[in-house]
């Protein structure tokens, strides 16, 4: 009877080990199944992080270089006594020019000329005449204004100033 009981016992014994086995398995399958999907999930959520980021990126991007040019259409001459300029430098960082550093430089425009603001000092360049963003002081007539904007305004061309 002993042995009978223990072989019961044996028994048990070896189908409790192998519905363990069984359920160690499932889990197993489970926990993958499991990672496998939160692992697509994080995917999922990092491309849409990103663009969401490309999509912010692009709507608080700067505009591109351009030249700041004027166009003097009148018949007098204009002074631009102050320029400020942020622009983009060659490795994409944001740099800016004050003319107020620069000695106070004044550009001359002819009338019925047009004419690149750049600056040079002793051969080289000090600023190249790119601007993201400007801010131009004008004396017009013996009066003071304060022109700025983007170099959207100079996709087509210069800045258009007359003399009244």
């Given at each position: 009877?002993?042995?009978?009981?223990?072989?019961?016992?044996?028994?048990?014994?070896?189908?409790?080990?192998?519905?363990?086995?069984?359920?160690?398995?499932?889990?197993?399958?489970?926990?993958?199944s499991l990672w496998s999907d939160a692992d697509k999930a994080n995917h999922s959520l990092a491309l849409t992080r990103n663009r969401s980021a490309m999509?912010?990126?692009?709507?608080?991007?700067?505009?591109?270089?351009q030249k700041v040019e004027v166009c003097n259409q009148g018949d007098k001459e204009i002074t631009i006594s102050?320029?400020?300029?942020?622009?983009?430098?060659?490795?994409?960082?944001?740099?800016?020019?004050?003319?107020?550093?620069?000695?106070?430089?004044?550009?001359?425009?002819?009338?019925?000329?047009?004419?690149?603001?750049?600056?040079?000092?002793?051969?080289?360049?000090?600023?190249?005449?790119?601007?993201?963003?400007?801010?131009?002081?004008?004396?017009?007539?013996?009066?003071?204004?304060?022109?700025?904007?983007?170099?959207?305004?100079?996709?087509?061309?210069?800045?258009?100033?007359?003399?009244?």
């Amino acid at each position: 009877m002993m042995e009978t009981q223990h072989r019961t016992w044996k028994g048990a014994a070896i189908l409790l080990a192998a519905i363990a086995m069984a359920a160690s398995l499932l889990l197993a399958a489970r926990a993958y199944s499991l990672w496998s999907d939160a692992d697509k999930a994080n995917h999922s959520l990092a491309l849409t992080r990103n663009r969401s980021a490309m999509a912010t990126l692009d709507s608080f991007s700067l505009p591109a270089n351009q030249k700041v040019e004027v166009c003097n259409q009148g018949d007098k001459e204009i002074t631009i006594s102050a320029v400020t300029a942020f622009y983009s430098d060659a490795r994409g960082k944001l740099r800016n020019f004050n003319s107020a550093l620069s000695q106070w430089h004044a550009w001359k425009i002819p009338a019925a000329s047009r004419q690149v603001l750049s600056l040079a000092d002793n051969g080289s360049s000090v600023w190249d005449g790119s601007a993201v963003f400007y801010s131009l002081e004008i004396e017009l007539n013996g009066k003071h204004e304060v022109l700025t904007g983007t170099s959207e305004d100079l996709r087509n061309g210069c800045i258009v100033l007359a003399s009244r």
